[in-house]
């Protein structure tokens, strides 16, 4: 195959926003599809905060449709899992399973972040109707019903204080006694009279009838007694975990595994390696944010190729 001006590897929202910025600026860019094509957007059902869709849209629908966009103005895809980049040679070499080496002069990575599932029964079955990752994205769809929270984290109380805003009764259920959330967070959870808490409790099975979630059964820790806890939903905020480990410490990441971006640009530690969308979003981690962040990985990436770029921030790294 031959040099590549720009590969980008992951192809969630910031993904396709680069590839489709990157191709009307004429640069053919090489888009890579990792195991999830269209990333956790495919994962939803209805996306209803993306600016332009006033009845909303699904995000396979909305993915179909960026993806498309890039493809009507050049961009090439292709399957692949890329194993290795090396990153001490320009141009880069990303080693793809399965496939031959790709050669590039640019990279941006937009791999995303997944959420973290509890493994148990009735969990994957139910994502969609009934289980959610996403507050934010799913919480309106239970105004008036009860829901639960499960984890014990910043997340956690961030995502159990919004759905008060829904639902008629939240319960956070959290393996220990103590949260881990900060102290700031845990008082504005434990202050709001909707919540209610299932503490150093294991959920060990979520049920449904119907086809729609009907409770989880959670087992106490000390006393091992189990309890059934009725919702109409249930929402996994036990943390994240970024698509960065095929890396391999080359490109800087925080102690999460985060990439390390200068702030307000998509610069990573290596120049000529870029990154956008959750694969760097410790905060926001929502659709627009990471097509946001997309857009200024492809102005970045033309910077860069027209040698118009200070790159070397990385030794104000510590
Ligand atoms: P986190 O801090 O890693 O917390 C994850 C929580 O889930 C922990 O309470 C953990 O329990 C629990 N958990 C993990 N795996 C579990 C499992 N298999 N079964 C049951 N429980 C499990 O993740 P996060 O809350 O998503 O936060 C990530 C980072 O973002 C943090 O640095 C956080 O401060 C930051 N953040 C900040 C804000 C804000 O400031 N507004 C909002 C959200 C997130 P244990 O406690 O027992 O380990």
């Excluded at 050669?103 to 139910?126: C, F, M, Q, R, Y």
């Excluded at 410490?249 to 290596?270: A, F, R």
Aim: net charge negative; proline share 3%; charged share 25%.
């Amino acid at each position: 195959m031959e040099k590549q001006k720009v590969v980008i590897i992951g192809t969630g929202p910031a993904g396709l926003t680069a590839a489709i910025y990157l191709a009307r600026a004429n640069m053919n860019p090489l888009v890579i599809e990792g195991q999830q094509p269209g990333g956790q957007l495919t994962l939803t059902t209805e996306v209803e905060n993306f600016p332009g869709f006033i009845e909303g849209i699904t995000g396979t629908e909305l993915m179909d449709n960026m993806r498309k966009q890039a493809e009507r103005f050049g961009a090439t895809f292709m399957n692949g899992w890329v194993t290795d980049i090396r990153t001490t040679q320009r141009p880069f070499v990303l080693s793809i399973s399965g496939s031959d080496d790709i050669v590039a002069d640019s990279i941006i990575i937009s791999t995303g972040a997944s959420a973290k599932w509890l493994g148990i029964p009735g969990e994957k079955e139910n994502f969609g109707r009934g289980v959610s990752t996403c507050a934010t994205c799913d919480g309106f769809f239970y105004r008036g019903k009860k829901v639960i929270v499960v984890g014990g984290g910043d997340s956690a109380m961030e995502e159990a204080n919004f759905l008060t805003k829904f639902a008629s009764e939240v319960t956070v259920i959290h393996r220990r006694n103590e949260l881990r959330a900060s102290k700031i967070m845990q008082d504005r959870a434990r202050g709001n009279q909707k919540i209610k808490w299932a503490l150093n409790k294991a959920t060990t099975e979520v049920v449904d009838e119907n086809g729609k979630v009907t409770g989880v059964k959670v087992t106490d820790n000390d006393t091992k007694e189990e309890e059934f806890i009725k919702t109409d939903g249930l929402f996994l905020a036990i943390g994240h975990t970024p698509n960065t480990a095929f890396l391999n410490g080359k490109v800087k990441t925080d102690e999460n595994g985060y990439i390390i971006v200068k702030p307000g640009s998509t610069l990573t530690s290596v120049p000529g390696i870029f990154a956008c969308g959750d694969v760097q979003d410790v905060t926001y981690k929502q659709a627009i944010t990471a097509a946001g962040t997309g857009c200024m990985a492809a102005l970045d990436v033309e910077k860069y190729l027209e040698g118009e770029m200070a790159l070397d921030w990385s030794q104000t790294l510590s």
